[in-house]
């Protein structure tokens, strides 16, 4: 089992006499992933079965060659010197008070990642895993839009968040709505899809979100795993959703809202419409009509009303009472609205806030 992080704030790993974080590339110069790992496999004179021995192991949250007990011992003490057991360092760690988890890692390069474990009382285990390092869309209310963009991540080390959050207990849930946008990044994705369920995470609770990013949309309603699909809309009408989300510019409301429907059409499943309430811009009562005017009239979609979680932007989360109201007028509309709970406020667990205070640092 990996160590626990403390129960509240920011814990990091010892770092060496230089200062300089760990970073995974210190002693091994390639990192491992499942394509490195088959290709050592095939240099040390293994048969190809023991990769998929080493998979199952990990996707059940071994830490380390060594509990590899089908291995023989040999080849344990091969791997642990050639390869490293993730592609992704731990920088920093916090716990929220609700049991909220937050990683930062680091990938080889030094490029800064997050994920996030959520628990909750009914037994779910959820993780919001990241797809990029940094994020090239801009969203003004975002944290990871402020930060430079690094590059879309790997199949591996978009695994490896949800492995390292496996190792300290088993998981359930998953969605992409870490930093980056998933849709950019949809084959990396896709494939990390079709892996969860041996890591106890069904494709029917695995959820792509995505900020409007109409190619991806397009393409997961005919090809990919059955996982479930949101779209971060944010605002009822073009001027105001382009003010706050700049890819509207690109791909407009009316184009994205459509592509959803259509995914709804063909794969059967309800679209859930993420909706962050930001205090005086998109939570008066006119916007809540106009939000069930572009819905309906087939109630396609499930409304999330999000409590900003502040990232330092200007923006000031909405007033309880506003979104209650706002909630009120969708579901007399037709349109089923719930109120997310927010977590981890205490630990910057929205996206990219640790990331960004890293990189300014």
């Not at 990990?58 to 003490?77: V, W």
């Not at 998953?174 to 998933?182: D, K, L, Q, R, T």
């Not at 630990?347 to 990219?352: K, L, N, P, T």
Request: charged share 25%; with cysteine; proline share 6%.
């Amino acid at each position: 089992m990996a160590p626990h992080p403390v129960q509240a704030g920011l814990t990091r790993p010892a770092r060496p006499r230089d200062g300089r974080a760990p970073r995974a590339d210190r002693c091994h110069t390639e990192p491992v992933d499942l394509k490195r790992l088959e290709t050592t496999m095939a240099e040390l004179g293994q048969p190809s079965y023991r990769t998929g021995q080493v998979w199952e192991w990990l996707a059940r949250g071994a830490g380390s060659f060594d509990e590899m007990t089908n291995l023989p011992a040999g080849l344990r003490a091969d791997l642990a010197e050639r390869l490293p057991i993730s592609t992704l360092a731990v920088d920093a760690s916090a716990r929220s008070v609700d049991g909220t988890e937050k990683a930062l890692f680091l990938t080889a390069e030094g490029r800064p990642v997050e994920a996030v474990l959520m628990r909750y009382r009914d037994g779910r285990r959820s993780l919001c895993l990241s797809s990029q390092s940094g994020c090239p869309l801009t969203c003004t209310f975002c944290a990871t839009g402020t930060m430079k963009f690094g590059r879309n991540l790997t199949e591996s080390e978009i695994l490896d968040q949800a492995l390292h959050f496996r190792r300290i207990e088993p998981v359930n849930h998953a969605v992409f709505m870490g930093m980056g946008e998933p849709m950019m990044n949809l084959d990396n994705v896709l494939a990390v899809c079709e892996r969860l369920p041996e890591i106890g995470i069904a494709n029917s609770h695995t959820t792509i979100s995505t900020v409007g990013w109409l190619p991806g949309i397009q393409r997961i309603t005919h090809e990919g795993p059955a996982v479930r699909l949101a779209l971060s809309l944010h605002a009822p009408n073009e001027e105001l959703r382009s003010k706050i989300m700049p890819v509207n510019d690109r791909y407009s409301m009316r184009e994205v809202v459509d592509a959803a429907r259509e995914w709804r059409r063909i794969r059967r499943r309800k679209v859930f419409i993420e909706y962050l309430m930001l205090d005086g811009v998109n939570d008066t009562p006119e916007l809540a009509h106009e939000l069930a005017d572009l819905l309906l009239p087939k109630n396609d979609f499930k409304v999330n009303l999000i409590p900003y979680n502040p990232t330092g932007t200007v923006y000031r989360g909405s007033p309880r009472e506003s979104i209650d109201r706002f909630r009120s007028i969708l579901m007399s509309r037709g349109i089923h609205a719930t109120v997310r709970l927010t977590r981890g406020r205490d630990i910057d667990a929205a996206c990219g806030q640790l990331a960004a205070k890293a990189a300014a640092a």
